[in-house]
């Protein structure tokens, strides 16, 4: 008995991350106004990379896996954009009350990526997106072909093929 209610509840859970998925996938990046890190408002509508991928990073100060996962791209970052063209857009889901972190953590890692701050979180709504880390990969039409949840060592090897898939025009699974 105990087993049959495990596995709806996995069952479950598949069928929500599937339905999540599928409300995202090859839809454009929604329209809402997040700050620069100097306080400044950007429209997530001009989010673009000339055609080439883009990765969309929710994140925050407090997220010890978020950080994780951004330090792991940083390391590679170089050479993803060489080989791929790819753009990474860290977006802070930090309320008003930490938002004035997120620019000391960005300087002290040395990210060298587009960081937006979403202190009232309109944008992590609008992409349905229920905790962080949480990742998206945009293409060059600018649809949302692919994300993920959470953050595991070794998950940003993964997201470098997918990375490398959407460069070259390929579906993603």
Not at 56 to 67: E, G, H, V
Not at 82 to 108: P, Q
Not at 142 to 167: C, M, P, R, S
Request: hydrophobic residues 40%; proline residues 3%; charged residues 30%.
């Amino acid at each position: 008995m105990k087993k049959k209610i495990l596995i709806s509840f996995a069952s479950i859970a598949l069928l929500l991350l599937s339905v999540s998925f599928i409300q995202n996938s090859g839809r454009p990046i929604p329209s809402v106004d997040v700050k620069t890190v100097d306080g400044k408002v950007f429209n997530t509508s001009k989010i673009s990379n000339d055609g080439k991928p883009i990765i969309i990073s929710f994140w925050a100060t407090w997220c010890k896996p978020c950080k994780k996962e951004l330090d792991a791209i940083a390391e590679e970052y170089g050479e993803w954009q060489k080989e791929t063209g790819v753009k990474l857009i860290a977006i802070s889901i930090d309320d008003a009350r930490s938002s004035s972190k997120v620019a000391t953590d960005v300087k002290s890692k040395g990210w060298e990526y587009d960081v937006y701050i979403d202190e009232n979180q309109d944008f992590k709504r609008a992409m349905n997106v229920n905790n962080v880390p949480h990742t998206f990969v945009v293409n060059g039409k600018g649809e949302i072909v692919w994300q993920h949840n959470a953050y595991a060592e070794g998950d940003e090897e993964h997201l470098f093929e997918v990375v490398k898939k959407v460069a070259k025009g390929e579906k993603v699974d």
